[in-house]
């Protein structure tokens, strides 16, 4: 299950990095475990990394700027996004300025709208955005929590840059998407990031993924996870390297597309 994000080689998941370093404020108790932690998954081969300026008020990107730091720039995939206040022209320059400073990069692999803001022109926070890319500040551009409607006018606003990824809630529990936002990102080449992936450890409540797992040997939420693999790149958040570990398992189920489409249809 090779995985391909914007025209990148990556991991067949990535690490989410809510939480880490705190919540809406920074809380530094957990900060070297942290570090640690993003690094044991890099070891492990997880090369994308997501993360956002208003995560911990921005203290989770200087954890990962110092967890990247001495690896090789080039083999790592970085996400980050603006939050959805810094929407106009120069807030979005400014923001994702700021993103590469703590990041201690000088660019990122891809720079998300967090959220959509109806109250500023998405052709505005495009045009911005492609002038991070027109400057070497991000390589990528895309957007998180769009609908159908949401992503047709971001993609109807970009010039010359791709909008190559909508990050969205997507998981076992959460299938929606599967009948609209996915379909429509599918069609389009949009790669689909999913957020929320393993239900924060719900998967053992649903018994089509507590049989399947059986079958295949596995617990629920490893199944949950492989389940999701199928059409989006996941991006779990773990700071624990036995769980890490157990996740990393998940892509190596072989799941045929007969067990797929049984799990996609059960309620």
Not at 19 to 39: N, Q, W
Not at 59 to 75: M, N, Q
Request: hydrophobic share 35%; glycine share 8%.
């Amino acid at each position: 299950m090779a995985k391909k994000l914007c025209g990148h080689a990556v991991s067949e998941f990535g690490l989410g990095t809510w939480g880490i370093g705190g919540s809406s404020s920074p809380d530094l108790r957990e900060d070297r475990a942290s570090v640690e932690a993003i690094r044991y998954a890099i070891d492990r081969g997880i090369n994308v990394i997501d993360t956002a300026e208003m995560y911990a008020a921005g203290h989770t990107e200087e954890l990962v700027g110092e967890a990247i730091e001495p690896y090789d720039r080039k083999s790592l995939f970085i996400i980050t996004k603006v939050w959805n206040t810094n929407l106009t022209h120069n807030r979005v320059l400014n923001s994702a300025r700021q993103s590469l400073k703590r990041l201690r990069t000088q660019y990122v692999d891809l720079y998300l709208i967090h959220w959509p803001n109806p109250s500023v022109p998405i052709g505005e926070t495009i045009a911005a955005m492609e002038e991070l890319v027109s400057t070497g500040l991000a390589r990528n551009i895309g957007v998180s929590n769009f609908s159908v409607a949401e992503m047709q006018g971001a993609i109807g606003a970009a010039r010359y840059a791709k909008i190559c990824a909508n990050q969205i809630k997507y998981n076992y529990g959460t299938r929606q998407p599967e009948t609209d936002i996915i379909p429509f990102c599918e069609k389009n080449s949009i790669e689909v990031i999913a957020y929320t992936p393993i239900m924060k450890g719900r998967a053992g409540g649903y018994r089509a993924l507590k049989s399947m797992a059986e079958k295949y040997g596995v617990n629920p939420v490893q199944m949950s996870l492989r389940y999701v693999m199928e059409r989006s790149l996941p991006i779990p958040k773990s700071t624990n390297a036995t769980h890490i570990d157990e996740l990393l398992e998940a892509a190596k189920i072989p799941l045929t597309r007969e067990d797929y489409e049984l799990l996609r249809n059960s309620r």
